[in-house]
């Protein structure tokens, strides 16, 4: 299909060669190189992480991930407020518990870290757009993203449960979206399910629908406090090898009623977020995760790049490759410098 597409492209576009066809004519100016760009990033392309703890004043930088910050809610709160002002239209909260116990039981209380963040910003952007991270990985004393039974292996069904307590708790709490990044089977079904029940049938579902077990997340555990305390998680995220796995991931949370489709990570996985963006008709989210991130803040560090410049330009590639919507820890910088551009 994909041949018969170009062999009917090739002859109209080859008709004319040099020198009658200069394809630098279009990139002689400024303004003509505008004219003809076929993706542009703008900062309503971004979604901004925030990570949340306990405390006041509290802005503890990352040291895996610099410029990024373990924040207390009021501090947050001055982010939220910095990125809204920025043209970006929403954060997604991680949070970062008091204490850890095996089910992460602060994850759903009332007055868990992420319960608390969501009412506070609310309060002070309502129209930013909230999301919240759920998971358990934070909260959990193990460190893994579900129920744990006495032979250490994350168990699926019972894991469920606590998604859908998770999800009603935040919704309670004000966010207007969930994002279920666990990668257990029927999660999508489960939440969906829980906030139905609830009466909240209108909260969105962005499903981290393609994610895969990256060796990109070490500084994001680093962030969040939230590395296994055994084994990994290959059991329940995707190996990097397989690509055709990812669509049926993609369309079984689709059918369970996912929202937004995510693919996580992004860099390395554009042919990835092409695919379901091709397959696909619903609006798809990518995650430019931290090791992508630090890499490119390492490297600038040492003056081997230019911070500006590969950030926007892997940015761009994502966008290009298909991401309607862009999660990075770019995203304030990113929407300063297309302003300035």
Same mark, same amino acid.
């Given at each position: 299909?994909?041949?018969?597409?170009?062999?009917?492209?090739?002859?109209?576009?080859?008709?004319?060669?040099?020198?009658?066809?200069?394809?630098?004519?279009?990139?002689?100016?400024?303004?003509? #190189?505008?004219?003809?760009?076929?993706?542009?990033?703008?900062?309503?392309?971004?979604?901004?992480?925030?990570?949340?703890?306990?405390?006041?004043?509290?802005?503890?930088?990352?040291?895996?991930?610099?410029?990024?910050?373990?924040?207390?809610?009021?501090?947050?709160?001055?982010?939220?407020?910095?990125?809204?002002?920025?043209?970006?239209?929403?954060?997604?909260?991680?949070?970062?518990?008091?204490?850890?116990?095996?089910?992460?039981?602060?994850?759903?209380?009332?007055?868990?870290?992420?319960?608390?963040?969501? #009412?506070?910003?609310?309060?002070?952007?309502?129209?930013?757009?909230?999301?919240?991270?759920?998971?358990?990985?934070?909260?959990?004393?193990?460190?893994?993203?579900?129920?744990?039974?006495?032979?250490?292996?994350?168990?699926?069904?019972?894991?469920?449960?606590?998604? $859908?307590?998770?999800?009603?708790?935040?919704?309670?709490? $004000?966010?207007?979206?969930?994002?279920?990044?666990?990668?257990?089977?029927?999660?999508?079904?489960?939440?969906?399910?829980?906030?139905?029940?609830?009466?909240?049938?209108?909260?969105?579902?962005?499903?981290?629908?393609?994610?895969?077990?990256?060796?990109?997340?070490?500084?994001?555990?680093?962030?969040?406090?939230?590395?296994?305390?055994?084994?990994?998680?290959?059991?329940?995220?995707?190996?990097?090898?397989?690509?055709?796995?990812?669509?049926?991931?993609?369309?079984?949370?689709?059918?369970?009623?996912?929202?937004?489709?995510?693919?996580?990570?992004?860099?390395?996985?554009?042919?990835?977020?092409?695919?379901?963006?091709?397959?696909?008709?619903?609006?798809?989210?990518?995650?430019?995760?931290?090791?992508?991130?630090?890499?490119?803040?390492?490297?600038?560090?040492?003056?081997?790049?230019?911070?500006?410049?590969?950030?926007?330009?892997?940015?761009?590639?994502?966008?290009?490759?298909?991401?309607?919507?862009?999660?990075?820890?770019?995203?304030?910088?990113?929407?300063?410098?297309?302003?300035?551009?």
């Amino acid at each position: 299909m994909q041949k018969q597409k170009w062999a009917s492209v090739f002859p109209v576009v080859g008709a004319g060669q040099f020198p009658a066809v200069r394809m630098r004519r279009l990139r002689r100016t400024d303004a003509l #190189r505008r004219m003809v760009q076929e993706t542009h990033l703008q900062p309503s392309d971004f979604i901004y992480p925030l990570f949340v703890v306990h405390g006041k004043g509290v802005r503890r930088e990352v040291p895996s991930m610099p410029g990024v910050y373990q924040l207390s809610v009021d501090q947050a709160v001055q982010e939220a407020e910095d990125a809204y002002r920025l043209g970006i239209p929403a954060v997604i909260l991680f949070g970062i518990p008091a204490r850890k116990d095996p089910i992460g039981q602060e994850n759903f209380a009332p007055e868990g870290i992420v319960q608390k963040a969501i #009412r506070a910003i609310k309060a002070a952007v309502p129209e930013l757009v909230v999301i919240t991270d759920v998971c358990m990985c934070e909260y959990t004393d193990h460190g893994h993203c579900g129920i744990v039974d006495d032979e250490q292996e994350v168990v699926n069904d019972p894991t469920l449960e606590i998604y $859908g307590k998770v999800a009603v708790s935040h919704a309670e709490a $004000g966010a207007d979206m969930v994002a279920p990044s666990g990668m257990m089977d029927g999660q999508v079904g489960a939440i969906r399910a829980a906030l139905d029940a609830a009466g909240f049938g209108h909260i969105p579902i962005m499903a981290y629908a393609a994610k895969y077990a990256s060796s990109f997340y070490g500084p994001f555990r680093d962030a969040a406090q939230s590395p296994p305390r055994f084994g990994d998680r290959r059991g329940y995220q995707m190996n990097p090898a397989n690509a055709r796995e990812a669509l049926r991931e993609v369309a079984l949370d689709i059918a369970e009623g996912a929202d937004i489709v995510m693919v996580k990570p992004a860099l390395a996985y554009l042919d990835i977020i092409r695919q379901v963006r091709e397959a696909f008709p619903v609006p798809v989210a990518a995650y430019q995760v931290s090791g992508e991130y630090a890499m490119i803040k390492a490297a600038a560090q040492r003056g081997w790049l230019d911070e500006r410049a590969v950030a926007l330009e892997s940015l761009l590639a994502i966008k290009r490759a298909g991401a309607d919507l862009i999660l990075t820890y770019f995203a304030k910088d990113a929407a300063r410098w297309l302003g300035r551009n």
